[in-house]
């Protein structure tokens, strides 16, 4: 049973800044899908990245531009540095792992932006 653990998020004020990083109890091989989520109560969780074969990026339309996928310092890790945060970003924010046709997700974690 593979386990994620997110970490970095917070409060923040709009066009404020925060990094998101998930880390694995497995190295993160470049064929795994690793991608971000996020879901606000009441609503369906959204894809917000995916880091495909280890170096294809995709983005969800709200974040282009905004929000950086990568892998993380560590082998086990990857990142989402997140930019000109919006109110709209508010949201538990989850990492999933795709290996071997099974999913894998992390618990969430909390990003509230606020002025």
């Known amino acids: 049973q593979v386990q994620l653990v997110e970490s970095g998020g917070g409060s923040v004020q709009p066009g404020g800044s925060l990094r998101l990083s998930c880390v694995a109890s497995e190295t993160i091989y470049p064929n795994y899908l690793m991608a971000w989520y996020r879901q606000v109560p009441g609503n369906q969780r959204e894809l917000v990245a995916a880091l495909i074969g280890g170096s294809r990026t995709e983005y969800a339309d709200s974040v282009k531009g905004r929000f950086t996928i990568s892998s993380g310092n560590a082998k086990n890790s990857i990142d989402l540095q997140m930019r000109a945060l919006e109110l709209e970003d508010t949201a538990v924010y989850f990492c999933?792992?795709?290996?071997?046709?099974?999913?894998?997700w992390g618990e969430g974690i909390r990003v509230t932006v606020s002025s």
């Open positions: 999933k792992m795709r290996m071997r046709g099974h999913d894998f």
